[in-house]
């Protein structure tokens, strides 16, 4: 049977209809489109028809068979939507997830005020999903979990983690009273905060310390007190947080000291754990004979390297340089000795 030719006003509905379809942010309920174009059920169907058929032609070259608006059962209704809507509204739902996936991890840190801040924005998403879609949010504590093994807890710290974001965002010095390990007193420091940095489920601020005249690393858990100050200071364009620590084994740098080259052998049952993370930026593995591997590093200190590699036992043995593999022989002499 020859399709009908649409009429002058049959075309405005329909494109009533795309428009409709266009604007809702979920499918449609065919008896709601039928009652706000003033039509039935049939003669909507026959649009519907028509125009998945002047696209499926138009674009026959992309997509042939892709309908333009589809149907689909919810609840024992017919509901309408636009193909691309499927897509969008998966995009909106793996935003959702990487929201909330971040508010997972960061809660491991058990601060107030970061976690105020996520919840926001998981809020300000959510709201954006479609009441008939809501219920998909229930289980997501259940789907995405974070076992906070070790968990650190940074309540305490809320009112000076206040002032850094603060001072961070509106560039503004910040006075901060803190402790360092070798200092047996607390000292201010007018400091000019550049990045806010997790590291190892811990929170430290790389800041430039105006009496150093330097970068410096300011450990969270050591500022007793911290102030934003009124002084503004320009965010220096050449400023690099991943060049301060390529020479360390963590965060504590030695920007003047000479790197020197590390290798460690590990047994193959660690090949998959140890090559699939970034222990450093400038790390490269290779492969013995015997079926173990090794991994190189250049170094400027070995602060953070002699616990990491202890932890692995006898799996791993540090091949050079001297110096640093006795000062791994010193240590577990030392551990030893606390066992006699």
């Not at 065919?30 to 058929?53: H, M, Q, V």
């Not at 969008?88 to 107030?112: C, G, N, P, Q």
């Not at 961070?168 to 360092?180: A, F, N, R």
Request: glycine content about 6%; hydrophobic content about 40%.
């Amino acid at each position: 049977m020859q399709q009908r030719k649409a009429t002058y006003t049959s075309a405005t509905r329909m494109a009533d209809m795309v428009l409709k379809l266009a604007r809702a942010w979920a499918p449609v309920p065919l008896e709601d489109l039928c009652e706000e174009l003033e039509i039935s059920p049939r003669t909507a169907k026959r649009y519907r028809s028509a125009l998945n058929g002047y696209f499926r032609e138009k674009f026959s070259g992309d997509d042939a068979g892709l309908k333009f608006i589809q149907a689909a059962s919810e609840s024992g209704r017919e509901m309408w939507f636009l193909s691309q809507q499927q897509e969008l509204e998966a995009d909106s739902f793996r935003r959702l997830i990487s929201v909330y996936v971040s508010m997972v991890l960061l809660k491991t840190l058990d601060s107030s005020v970061l976690e105020e801040g996520v919840n926001e924005l998981w809020r300000a998403a959510a709201g954006q999903v479609a009441p008939s879609k809501k219920g998909k949010l229930t289980l997501f504590d259940r789907k995405f979990r974070c076992t906070g093994f070790g968990r650190k807890s940074y309540t305490r710290n809320d009112a000076v983690l206040k002032q850094v974001i603060n001072a961070l965002i509106g560039q503004k010095k910040l006075q901060v009273l803190h402790s360092g390990a070798a200092e047996r007193k607390p000292r201010y420091h007018i400091v000019h905060p550049y990045t806010l940095l997790l590291h190892r489920d811990s929170l430290y601020l790389h800041a430039y310390a105006e009496g150093r005249k330097a970068v410096r690393t300011f450990s969270i858990d050591r500022i007793e007190r911290a102030t934003v100050l009124d002084d503004a200071f320009r965010y220096p364009p050449d400023y690099d947080p991943d060049r301060l620590t390529q020479g360390s084994f963590g965060i504590y740098e030695e920007p003047d000291a000479k790197p020197f080259n590390v290798m460690v052998s590990f047994k193959e049952t660690l090949h998959d754990y140890i090559t699939a993370r970034q222990w450093h930026p400038l790390q490269r593995f290779s492969s013995l004979k015997n079926g173990c591997f090794t991994m190189q590093v250049p170094l400027t200190n070995v602060h953070e390297f002699i616990p990491w590699v202890l932890q692995f036992g006898g799996d791993a043995e540090v091949v050079e340089p001297a110096g640093v593999r006795e000062q791994v022989k010193q240590a577990i002499a030392g551990s030893l000795a606390q066992y006699k």
